[in-house]
């Protein structure tokens, strides 16, 4: 529902907001985050569109490069890949094309879906992919009050920025202003205060390394756990921070592991900070495969994300060489 208000309280402030994008009348897309839009803005600011999401994607960065405030959402992350070329070649390079004249305030929503069988085509984090372009910031909250703070300040921003939420947090509750807040790009959260291990989340990473703390503490081990909000740019300064106190990294990312933000984000930590490490960072991710279809094969496929995973693999990094 934060995720809801925040679009209610721009398009109620701003008339030149308005949503687009495939099933945005149906709550078996988007959930409860497009509840009432229709009633109460009309078909003219609330356009269900066919699925085709290359020409939705395409109208929507005419739109913003004409003044315009689109919102164009994806209820599955994976068929963005058909809006490649007006996200990746018109929207993130139209104000450096022109000078700096031309700005395209556009926010890309999409959603990334996990389990219930929905196997290769319908299980992907593709965050990384954004994330390397040059002229894209990349959003991806993890609490309900980063979910409404960061879609307005998203929607807020003059150029193109992708809303990446994942389907398995739309149950997390949390406490939201009804207020119109922001909450700033590329600024992290320090979730837990820690000193054996720095913890870095991505998204639902970040939420199941909150729930990993407490058990953590039951073993003597005390992690802080970073929740960087942003993956474009990363607040490497907070890591970093953390990181000199700890002398430990590990990074969850609900990604694949090869060319995923987990190395990005220790990369950066290691150019900035090697002499701080007292042993190599640690990446915790999905493996390099697609995601299977089957029940079991799923089961084991997302096993590393799960909370015992998380706690063990951790414990296993910092008893190895804690002194």
Same mark, same amino acid.
């Given at each position: 529902? @934060?995720?809801?208000? @925040? ?11 308005? /949503?687009? #994008? $495939? ?7 988007? =959930?409860?985050?497009?509840?009432? /839009? ?28 004409? #003044?315009? %405030? ?11 890949? &058909? ?40 299980? $992907?984090?593709?965050? !990384? ?13 993890? *609490? ?9 300040? @998203? ?13 398995? +947090? ?10 119109? &807040?922001?909450?700033?790009? #590329?600024?992290?959260?320090?979730? %837990?205060? =820690? ?9 639902? #990473?970040?939420? $199941? ?7 953590? +503490?039951?073993?003597?081990?005390? @992690? ?15 890591? /970093? ?12 990312? *609900?990604?694949?592991?090869?060319? =995923? ?11 900035? =900070?090697?002499?701080? +490490? ?15 279809? !089957?029940?079991? +094969? ?26």
């Amino acid at each position: 529902m @934060a995720l809801n208000e @925040a679009i209610h309280q721009m398009m109620a402030e701003d008339p030149s907001v308005f /949503l687009i #994008g $495939q099933g945005v009348k149906s709550p078996w897309y988007v =959930g409860n985050t497009a509840t009432g /839009l229709l009633d109460r803005f009309g078909e003219a600011r609330v356009i269900d569109t066919p699925v085709s999401e290359n020409a939705v994607t395409g109208a929507a960065v005419g739109a913003a490069i004409a #003044g315009m %405030k689109p919102i164009v959402e994806h209820p599955r992350m994976d068929f963005m890949m &058909y809006a490649l070329d007006p996200i990746l070649n018109e929207a993130a390079n139209w104000l450096y094309m022109s000078g700096g004249a031309v700005n395209v305030p556009l926010v890309i929503w999409g959603i990334i879906n996990r389990g219930g069988e929905q196997a290769a085509q319908h299980s $992907q984090a593709l965050h !990384a992919l954004f994330a390397h372009i040059p002229g894209l910031k990349v959003v991806m909250p993890s *609490t309900a009050y980063d979910a409404k703070g960061l879609m307005i300040a @998203a929607i807020k921003d003059k150029n193109p920025v992708l809303y990446i939420d994942d389907r398995w +947090l739309y149950r997390v509750k949390g406490n939201v202003p009804k207020k119109i &807040y922001s909450v700033p790009i #590329g600024k992290g959260a320090v979730r %837990k205060k =820690g000193k054996d291990i720095t913890v870095v989340g991505i998204s639902y #990473g970040a939420h $199941q390394a909150t729930l990993a703390y407490d058990e953590l +503490l039951k073993k003597g081990i005390s @992690a802080e756990i970073i929740d960087p909000r942003t993956v474009k740019p990363l607040d490497i300064p907070l890591i /970093l921070e953390s990181v000199k106190k700890t002398k430990r990294l590990a990074v969850i990312d *609900t990604g694949w592991k090869t060319g =995923g933000i987990a190395g990005e984000i220790i990369a950066s930590i290691t150019e900035k =900070g090697f002499q701080y +490490l007292k042993q190599a960072p640690l990446r915790i991710t999905l493996p390099d495969i697609p995601a299977p279809m !089957a029940r079991t +094969l799923e089961e084991e496929y997302y096993r590393p994300l799960s909370v015992q995973s998380i706690v063990a693999t951790i414990e296993t990094m910092v008893r190895k060489n804690k002194k």
